[in-house]
C-alpha cells in the first residue's frame, strides 16, 4: 500500500521578474489559488529583492513564497551574501538550496549545499535540496551515484529530526529548461531510489516530499504527479505564467499517488 502524502508545488521564478509584471503574477496566483484542492500546498520562490513584494502580495493566501538560494554563512563581512536569517525575516516558507544552475556556474559543492540546508533549517525556512544527474552522467550509468552522493552530502550532516524536515527536488540537468522533460518512468525510478536513500536515514525522513523538476508543463504534469514517489514539483519557465502554473499545481491533485 502506498501511503497519501500531500502534494506540492513550487515555482522557482530563477532571474526573471520586475515589480509590476510580479505584481499581476503574484496576485493572480494568490486568487486562482483558491479553487485548488486542499491536498494541494503551493509555493513561488523569487529573487531575494522580491521577498517583500511577494510576502505583501501573498500574506494571507495559500501561497507561500521563498528565496532560491541562501548564504552558507550566518552573518558577516560576505559582500552579495543573503542570510537565510534575513529571508526568514521576510516570512520566508522556503528556501531552495544546490539548484544545478547554482553547482554549475557557481561551484557548489556537495558540502557546501549540505551547510546552506543546515542554515535554512536553523533560520525555520524549509530547504528544499536539489539534486540531478547530467546527461553524460545518466548515458554513463551514473545517474544514481551522482544523485545519491549529493543527497548523502545533506544527509550526513542533519539529525534525523532535521533530515524529516528537508524537501528534495530531483531535477535531470538535461531536463531543466530544455522542454525536454524525464519520462515518468525515468522520473519514479530516480525518485523510488531516493526514496530508499531517505528511508535508510530513518523512518521519519522516509515521507519527506520528493519533488520533480525538468520541463514540467501543464500537458504532462498530472502523469508526473501520478507516479507513486513523485510528490510535487519544482517549476522553472511554467511558473512565469499564472495560468500554467496554477494548471500544473491542479494537476497536482487529481493525480493522487497509484499504489506503487
Ligand atoms: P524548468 O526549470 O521547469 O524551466 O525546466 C526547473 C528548475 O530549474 O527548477
Redesign the pocket.
Known amino acids: 500500500m502506498t501511503k497519501q502524502r500531500s502534494k506540492l508545488v513550487v515555482g522557482?521564478w530563477?532571474m526573471h521578474g520586475r515589480l509590476a509584471a510580479n505584481a499581476a503574477l503574484l496576485e493572480g496566483v494568490a486568487q486562482g489559488a483558491q479553487a485548488l484542492p486542499a491536498d494541494v500546498r503551493v509555493g513561488v520562490c523569487v529573487p531575494f529583492v522580491y521577498l517583500a513584494q511577494a510576502q505583501a502580495l501573498l500574506g494571507g493566501s495559500r501561497v507561500a513564497w521563498g528565496s532560491q538560494d541562501v548564504s552558507a554563512h550566518e552573518q558577516g563581512a560576505y559582500t552579495g551574501e543573503v542570510a537565510a536569517g534575513m529571508v526568514a525575516d521576510f516570512e520566508a516558507g522556503f528556501a531552495i538550496v544546490g539548484?544545478?544552475?547554482r553547482r554549475a556556474y557557481h561551484g557548489e559543492s556537495p558540502e557546501l549545499v549540505a551547510v546552506k540546508t543546515q542554515r535554512a533549517l536553523a533560520a525555520g525556512v524549509t530547504p528544499i535540496v536539489?539534486v540531478g544527474e547530467t546527461l553524460e552522467e545518466r548515458e554513463s550509468g551514473a545517474t544514481e551515484q551522482v544523485v545519491g552522493a549529493q543527497l548523502d552530502a545533506v544527509l550526513a550532516v542533519l539529525s534525523e529530526q532535521e533530515a524529516a524536515q528537508i524537501v528534495v527536488?530531483y531535477?535531470p540537468v538535461w531536463?531543466?529548461?530544455?522542454g525536454r522533460s524525464a519520462t515518468t518512468q525515468q522520473a519514479q525510478q530516480v525518485h523510488a531510489f531516493l526514496r530508499a536513500r531517505l528511508a535508510a536515514k530513518g523512518a521519519n525522513v522516509a515521507d519527506v516530499p520528493l519533488l520533480y523538476?525538468?520541463?514540467?508543463k501543464p500537458d504532462n504534469a498530472a502523469e508526473l504527479f501520478r507516479q507513486a514517489d513523485i510528490d510535487g514539483g519544482?517549476?522553472?519557465?511554467?511558473?512565469l505564467k499564472a495560468q500554467d502554473f496554477l494548471a500544473i499545481c491542479a494537476a497536482a491533485t487529481a493525480g493522487a499517488s497509484v499504489a506503487g
Open positions: 522557482n530563477k539548484h544545478s544552475e536539489c527536488a531535477e531536463a531543466i529548461g530544455t523538476g525538468g520541463s514540467v519544482l517549476i522553472g519557465g511554467a511558473s
